[in-house]
């Protein structure tokens, strides 16, 4: 019975979790810097980004990955309640999360596998929550 408590305080810490990172990750206030001249992370396509991120390094930027990435933005975005911005946001959390736990899954497998669970219909759904199901599903593998 203690272990039936246990797994509602668990769910609830990582609803909560879900909850105010994207808060604070987007009032981070990242600032804009004109001067530079190299490509920076706001001059990179959002998908780009995934792909960097998913690869830990260099991308071509016609890579398949970041094909892949765009469809899954574009079809998330038709699911979820969440931006494009948010959706990637909450999709690198959950690895971040899941490495926090030695588990390592790559970024373009979660969102495949998010975008997989979450069924296309007319009704938007919290990624947020799915994403902390997703997590405490990974884990308990």
Known sequence: MN???RKPKTWLWVLIA???VPVVIGCSG????????NSTQED?????QLA???KGGYVAENDLTVIQFENLLVSLDN???ENPREIADVSVVVQTRLKESSINVP???IMQDLDNYIPLSE????LKEIAAAYIILVKNQ
């Open 3 to 5: 272990g039936k408590k």
């Open 18 to 20: 879900f909850m105010v």
């Open 30 to 37: 990242r600032k804009e810097s004109k001067e530079s001249s």
């Open 44 to 48: 990179m396509s959002l998908e780009y």
């Open 52 to 54: 960097v991120i998913n």
């Open 79 to 81: 699911k979820c309640e």
């Open 107 to 109: 970024l373009l497998k």
């Open 123 to 126: 009704i938007k759904l919290n």
